[in-house]
C-alpha cells in the first residue's frame, strides 16, 4: 500500500507560480512510475505530467509544456511539480497517482494508476 499527500495548492494570480509536492508513505516511492492530473468543475481528470521510475524521464500535456516541470527526490519519497506563468485555465484540483507503467503510453491513463492522493487546489485568478 502507498499513502500519497498533495500539498502546496492556493490562490495565486495569473502569471503566478506555485510548486506542488507529492508525500508518499508506505513503500518506496522509487519503485513507482509518478502522475500528476488535474479535474476541474464539471470536467473530466486530465493527465498534466509524469516521471517514471528510472531514468526519471518526464512527460506533459501540451497545455503546460514549458510552463510546468515534473521531478522527484526518492531519498525524500517525494514527487514535485513545479507550476510557472499559472493562467485560469489551470484552476483544478491537482492530484498525484503512483503506478508501473506497461508501456510509455500508459502514462496518461488513469486505470494505469494504483494509488492517488487526496487533491489540493490550485486557484488562478485572472
Known amino acids: 500500500q502507498v499513502q500519497l499527500v498533495e500539498s502546496g495548492g ?3 494570480q495569473a502569471g ?3 510548486r506542488l509536492s507529492c508525500a508518499a508513505s508506505g513503500r518506496t516511492l522509487g519503485t513507482y512510475d509518478m502522475g500528476w492530473f488535474r479535474q476541474a468543475p464539471g470536467q473530466e481528470r ?3 505530467a509524469a516521471i517514471s521510475r528510472r531514468p526519471g524521464s518526464t512527460y ?3 497545455s503546460v509544456k ?3 516541470t ?3 527526490d ?3 519519497n517525494t514527487v514535485y511539480l513545479q507550476m510557472n506563468s499559472l493562467k485560469p485555465e489551470d484552476t483544478a484540483v491537482y492530484y498525484c497517482a503512483a503506478g508501473r507503467w506497461a508501456t510509455v ?3 496518461g491513463v488513469k486505470n494505469t494508476y494504483d494509488y492517488w492522493g487526496q487533491g489540493t487546489q490550485v486557484t488562478v485568478s485572472s
Do not use: I, P, W
Open 10 to 12: 492556493g490562490l495565486v
Open 16 to 18: 503566478g507560480s506555485l
Open 46 to 48: 486530465e493527465f498534466v
Open 60 to 62: 506533459y500535456a501540451d
Open 66 to 68: 514549458g510552463r510546468f
Open 70 to 72: 515534473v521531478s522527484r
Open 74 to 76: 526518492n531519498t525524500k
Open 105 to 107: 503510453q500508459a502514462m
